[in-house]
């Protein structure tokens, strides 16, 4: 480890990482106070009651010898991580627990990262980057236990990339998800239909329903639609949305722009989804 010149020296690690207990050792012998932490008992910083809803989560972090309230918008495990995180920088930092809290409980978003699309229509709609299997698990994961309705997932995979994710990646959404929407992500140079396709081939092998293409209402339905046009694709799913129900736009999140061949287009999940929202939300007033 670098040695620094401030006087005092403190390293925040990650209790839970495959390296963690590595860096901590290491740490600890260069002479810096450490702040670990992580979902294990023995780490210093860890969460005892987190109470998750859509609306975000709240509870109690233990910060060594006392206890540490929290409350936040941001959803999801991977979200909880980053709290802990934040958390144990701030003591290592000598900032006032209620600073702490406060920070907290005024972060909104993460762009891309989870990021709430705002509606009136009582559905919790979701962009995340998620575009690589690991992520989309542990997104889907994260967002399925939030509500007892249905779970709706658009996705796709990227061209001139990972041609072996995919497949994997139609597997996990047809399992953690009520309903699925392939589509295109950012193409590039491959034909976008190959790219569905082999995603395709993930899906049914759980044995999911491909939906008819004049298909209006999914309720009960455990099925799929593929729609190569990414707007359509987010149109379909907000559609079949009823209140109570979860939208996952993945696979692009913070990213403005798609890729189809050697062209590259302005194109933003978030602004998409609000766009389909209010125009839905207009036909539908009285």
């Known amino acids: 480890l670098p040695a620094s010149a401030k006087s005092a020296k403190a390293a925040v690690i990650n209790g839970d990482d495959a390296r963690g207990r590595e860096l901590l050792v290491r740490a600890q012998r260069a002479g810096l106070t450490t702040w670990s932490y992580g979902s294990g008992e023995e780490w210093d910083i860890k969460p005892l009651q987190v109470h998750h809803q859509v609306s975000g989560q709240s509870g109690k972090i233990k910060v060594k010898d006392r206890v540490f309230e929290f409350s936040s918008e941001l959803i999801g495990a991977a979200n909880l991580e980053n709290i802990l995180a934040a958390v144990a920088v701030g003591f290592a930092l000598r900032i006032p627990p209620t600073a702490i809290a406060e920070g907290i409980k005024k972060l909104r978003s993460v762009p891309g990262r989870l990021q709430r699309v705002e509606n009136s229509r009582g559905v919790l709609v979701l962009v995340d980057y998620a575009h690589t299997p690991d992520a989309l698990e542990k997104t889907l994961g994260a967002v399925r236990p939030l509500t007892d309705a249905k779970l709706l997932t658009v996705f796709g995979c990227g061209g001139d990339r990972d041609r072996g994710k995919r497949p994997l990646m139609g597997e996990i959404a047809a399992r953690l998800s009520d309903m699925v929407v392939l589509t295109s992500d950012n193409p590039r140079s491959e034909d976008p239909c190959r790219i569905l396709q082999e ?18 209402k ?25 209140p109570g129900d979860v939208v996952v736009i993945a696979g692009k999140g913070h990213e403005d722009y798609q890729i189809l061949g050697k062209e590259k287009i302005h194109f933003d999940d978030r602004e998409v989804a609000r766009e389909i929202l209010a125009c839905q939300a207009s036909v539908l007033q009285p």
């Open 218 to 242: 999914v309720d009960g339905v455990h099925g799929y639609r593929v729609e190569a046009d990414r707007r359509k694709a987010i149109s379909l799913a907000l559609g079949w949305a009823q």
């Open 199 to 216: 995603i395709e081939a993930g899906l049914q092998k759980t044995g999911i329903s491909k939906l008819e293409a004049h298909a209006a």
